[in-house]
């Protein structure tokens, strides 16, 4: 299929290919109807604009940070390595990215790692913003010094971040409830939750979505208080042990943060019958799915979230229309039959 230009949305969209013009770089003198058709086209032929010959022309440079976790967890290790090749990647379109890795769950060193980005912050950030006031704070500096920020993976909405680049953790939820009520079926009893920490909003929604779905639809389950096992794999396994042992009636758990590796560990040593759906696709969880002890994995892929958050900081610093069905991160199931 032939690239998608200006003038293909100018025609759609029924105006010309100077008003196409004018939206695509936020000029003056466009009414907002026009602006809206002209956007819907875009959207309806999914137009990517080729702005990286525009910015050839004028030499416009490019500055973007990312603010991480580190630590052990696999999904985060390979969103690491996504920036990592994105460095690499995006210098030929003048883009500069930049990464900090803070201790997992920190909102201070969130803090401390805007800080220390002195006064070449450059275009924009994006943060896996951990629930706190101090974080909060933080944003709205950034934002006040004209610095475009957005989350990335955990949304902190309440602050003044500008978008979310991530998936629809709630609705990631429900497919975790909605799984478990067809892998426990018919059986009654309990579902255990693991998550990371209360701290960090995704988890919050993914619960939340598995509340939704359980209780609306599953009489015969009740979910557990959840564990937090700060997404350590040695303190998942610990918590998640004693709770298996104090509660002979499970028969399902979700596991929506990090520490699979404990989970995995846990289950393959309890004597008990339990479904289990699990996020990160790791060569734990791959070898867990194989052999049975885990029954699903929720997967967000990495890469196309770094390359979504680098593209919307991108048009946040040009003031372009974002293409909202090329920024929408999806949520994957994995189950033993479709392994890669």
């Known amino acids: 299929m032939s690239r998608v230009t200006a003038q293909?949305?100018?025609?759609a969209a029924g105006v010309s290919l100077a008003t196409v013009d004018r939206v695509l770089n936020n000029r003056k003198g466009v009414?907002?109807?026009?602006?809206?058709?002209?956007?819907?086209?875009?959207?309806?032929?999914?137009f990517v604009r080729d702005q990286a010959a525009a910015d050839l022309a004028r030499r416009k440079f490019y500055k973007f940070s990312f603010i991480v976790p580190s630590g052990e967890t696999a999904f985060f290790a390979?969103?690491?390595?996504?920036?990592?090749?994105?460095?690499?990647?995006?210098?030929?379109?003048?883009?500069?990215?930049?990464?900090v890795a803070v201790p997992p769950?920190?909102?201070?060193?969130?803090?401390?790692?805007?800080?220390?980005?002195?006064?070449?912050?450059?275009?924009g950030v994006a943060i896996v913003a951990v629930e706190s006031q101090i974080v909060h704070d933080a944003i709205s500096k950034l934002r006040n010094r004209g610095v475009h920020v957005i989350t990335f993976i955990s949304d902190m909405p309440s602050s003044s971040r500008q978008r979310f680049v991530g998936i629809d953790n709630v609705a990631a939820g429900r497919v975790a409830g909605s799984l478990l009520k067809r892998f426990v079926a018919p059986r009654s009893g309990d579902i255990a939750v693991v998550a990371g920490s209360g701290t960090l909003r995704d988890h919050v929604e993914r619960?939340?979505?598995?509340e939704q779905i359980i209780r609306a639809e599953c009489p015969n389950l009740k979910v557990l208080p959840w564990i937090e096992g700060m997404e350590l794999a040695?303190?998942?396994?610990?918590?998640?042990?004693?709770?298996?042992?104090?509660?002979?009636?499970?028969v399902g758990l979700y596991s929506l943060g990090g520490g699979t590796r404990g989970v995995i560990d846990a289950v393959q040593s309890a004597n008990q019958d339990i479904s289990v759906v699990s996020t990160e696709l790791s060569q734990h969880t791959r070898s867990a799915l194989i052999d049975g002890s885990i029954d699903a994995v929720l997967v967000q892929d990495p890469s196309?979230?770094?390359?979504?958050?680098?593209?919307?900081?991108?048009?946040?610093?040009?003031?372009?229309?974002?293409?909202?069905?090329?920024?929408?991160?999806?949520?994957?199931?994995?189950?033993?039959?479709?392994?890669?």
């Open 207 to 210: 619960h939340m979505g598995l």
């Open 31 to 46: 009414r907002q109807p026009t602006i809206e058709r002209v956007t819907k086209a875009m959207d309806d032929l999914n």
């Open 8 to 11: 293909n949305v100018a025609d």
């Open 105 to 123: 769950l920190d909102a201070q060193a969130i803090a401390h790692a805007i800080e220390n980005l002195g006064d070449d912050l450059g275009d």
């Open 304 to 340: 196309h979230e770094v390359r979504s958050a680098i593209r919307v900081l991108k048009a946040l610093t040009d003031g372009a229309p974002i293409n909202e069905k090329q920024e929408r991160i999806r949520i994957e199931i994995f189950m033993r039959d479709n392994l890669l």
């Open 234 to 250: 040695g303190v998942v396994e610990e918590k998640l042990l004693n709770l298996i042992a104090e509660n002979p009636n499970i």
């Open 78 to 99: 390979d969103v690491r390595n996504e920036i990592e090749i994105a460095q690499t990647n995006a210098t030929k379109d003048r883009i500069e990215i930049s990464m």
